[in-house]
């Protein structure tokens, strides 16, 4: 476990956090994270939401194997939210949603849509948040800016879907489908 990660949250007197795992354990190692969840337990430090939940990982849109990939690693990241009672998963993840084949934006976006709403419909007591990805220079992205985000959530099927907007790692906006 990284001490530095825990001494300053507690130092700071943190009570609630958006926990990027990675944070707390290279490669999600669940026993590091059980210790990690005892700890803030017993200091009364609340999960909020998980982030960064695919990096370090080699999963994308374009994979040939990516619905099955995003499934077994959402289903990984849920166990994870058990672990700290948190039922919200913030869906950045700029690597997930990098694509290089712009002909396929269609089939991407509706692969994307499927695979959470399976998720969903699974486990209807988490809440997603889908954050924008915001361009960077050379790259395309799905759901790149807040408009995108909104208008996929507002055309998403299953509840437990939402948008989140940040600016330099701070929630500035947060919308509730």
């Given at each position: ?16 956090i ?13 026993s590091?994270l ?14 909020k ?7 370090n990982?080699?999963?994308?849109i374009e ?31 700029a ?6 084949n ?5 089939f ?5 849509r499927?695979n ?6 699974k ?39 939402d ?6 790692n ?7 489908k």
């Amino acid at each position: 476990m990284k001490k530095n990660f825990l001494d300053y949250i507690l130092e700071s007197k943190i009570k609630n956090i958006e926990l990027a795992t990675t944070m707390v354990s290279n490669k999600n190692d669940l026993s590091e994270l059980k210790s990690f969840a005892r700890i803030i337990k017993k200091k009364n430090i609340s999960v909020k939401a998980m982030q960064s939940i695919f990096f370090n990982t080699n999963i994308n849109i374009e994979n040939k194997n990516f619905n099955k990939e995003f499934l077994q690693h959402m289903n990984k990241i849920l166990k994870i939210c058990r672990l700290f009672n948190c039922k919200t998963i913030n869906l950045g993840s700029a690597t997930l949603r990098e694509f290089k084949n712009k002909r396929k934006v269609k089939f991407y976006m509706n692969n994307l849509r499927k695979n959470l709403s399976k998720f969903l419909k699974k486990n209807k007591n988490i809440n997603l948040n889908i954050e924008p990805v915001y361009k960077i220079k050379n790259k395309k992205f799905l759901l790149a800016d807040y408009t995108e985000c909104i208008s996929f959530v507002k055309n998403f099927s299953e509840k437990g879907i939402d948008w989140s907007v940040k600016n330099n790692n701070s929630p500035i906006v947060d919308h509730i489908k």
